[in-house]
């Protein structure tokens, strides 16, 4: 990202702030719902691509015989098999019915931040990677744009620094609001290619500049369009571009499962920048976390990340795509 913190405020019209991680879910515009598993409060409306929450009831013989008593021991071993298998039971069912359920990892198309490359954000997303293993897999894209090296690069290196798009002449700042941003339509193009060629994918997961794009890509599949077949987002010190050519990504209210990673220390993208694009989004989930201007992987962020990426199947982002309009539907 540039070098000066973003302050600068832009506003999503749905209005209040999401509500933190764990919070009470809240009905009504731009207010966000808690993972799911939270027995607090009504259940919200379900944005387009989020898999069913619900479990099987569970009976035992005869429908609405009582179950005969077991002894201490076979209770022990119930108990243990139920630890055991309950996150791949629960799994089963909410994904029963589609094609590719069980057969593979869900699928992350992953964009990295401005001056960054898929290498470098490969390097910095060990832990990452590590605490979503057998449950996702991320796969990092470079950005169209080729940089100058800085004093920070190697000039003779082979992973030149990228941006998705410029708010000047071959410069990028968040918080500024760029007459005539370029570049943006390379990269929303190059987004389509990857997931085109080498998908299938079921998600999205973006860096602060990546975390913007994939913002950006989320309105588009929101509105139907079929070039980016997603069925999920994870946004990590995301930010709403300021650009006014950028502004129609965020008039309608963008419905599409998310989970808004921020940071309370970032110092290059403000928590509230993060915070207030979550309002343009139906049900957003906001993860708060204490750290700056990096993607956290600590044991609560992984327990987070887990809960969400289990609301989703394999295969979701292909068989559902929203037909125009359909964002409407749920709006907050």
């Given at each position: ?78 108990s243990s098999q139920s630890a055991r298998g309950v996150s791949a039971g629960r ?15 869900l699928r992350l198309l992953a964009l990295h931040g401005y001056r960054q490359s ?138 599409l499962p998310s989970l808004h990673v921020v940071g309370d220390t970032d110092a ?65």
């Amino acid at each position: 990202m540039g070098s000066h913190p973003v302050t600068r405020q832009h506003r999503c019209p749905q209005g209040p702030t999401p509500a933190v991680l764990g919070e009470l879910p809240l009905a009504g515009p731009g207010r966000a719902a808690a993972l799911p598993g939270s027995h607090r409060g009504s259940r919200p409306a379900r944005p387009a691509g989020a898999a069913p929450s619900s479990h099987p009831p569970v009976t035992s013989g005869r429908q609405g015989a009582p179950s005969p008593p077991r002894s201490r021991s076979a209770r022990s071993r119930l108990s243990s098999q139920s630890a055991r298998g309950v996150s791949a039971g629960r799994r089963k069912w909410r994904c029963r019915g589609a094609a590719m359920a069980e057969a593979r990892p869900l699928r992350l198309l992953a964009l990295h931040g401005y001056r960054q490359s898929a290498r470098r954000l490969r390097q910095r997303t060990g832990a990452l990677r590590k605490a979503l293993r057998g449950r996702a897999e991320l796969v990092p894209i470079d950005a169209p744009h080729r940089l100058p090296a800085s004093a920070e690069d190697d000039p003779d290196g082979d992973d030149p620094p990228r941006g998705w798009w410029f708010s000047g002449p071959g410069t990028f700042e968040a918080g500024e609001a760029a007459a005539a941003p370029a570049g943006l339509e390379e990269s929303l193009s190059a987004v389509a290619a990857a997931l085109a060629e080498h998908g299938p994918f079921d998600g999205l997961l973006g860096f602060s500049q990546g975390a913007a794009l994939a913002a950006m890509v989320c309105a588009l599949r929101a509105r139907g369009d079929p070039r980016f077949p997603v069925a999920f987002a994870v946004l990590v010190a995301a930010f709403a571009s300021r650009a006014p050519a950028h502004g129609h990504f965020y008039r309608e209210p963008i419905a599409l499962p998310s989970l808004h990673v921020v940071g309370d220390t970032d110092a290059v993208i403000a928590a509230a920048l993060s915070r207030e694009l979550a309002q343009c989004f139906v049900e957003p989930v906001v993860l708060s976390h204490p750290g700056g201007h990096f993607i956290p992987a600590a044991a609560a962020q992984k327990k987070a990340y887990l809960e969400f990426l289990e609301r989703f199947c394999p295969g979701q982002g292909q068989a559902e795509r929203p037909e125009a309009g359909e964002a409407r539907e749920g709006a907050l």
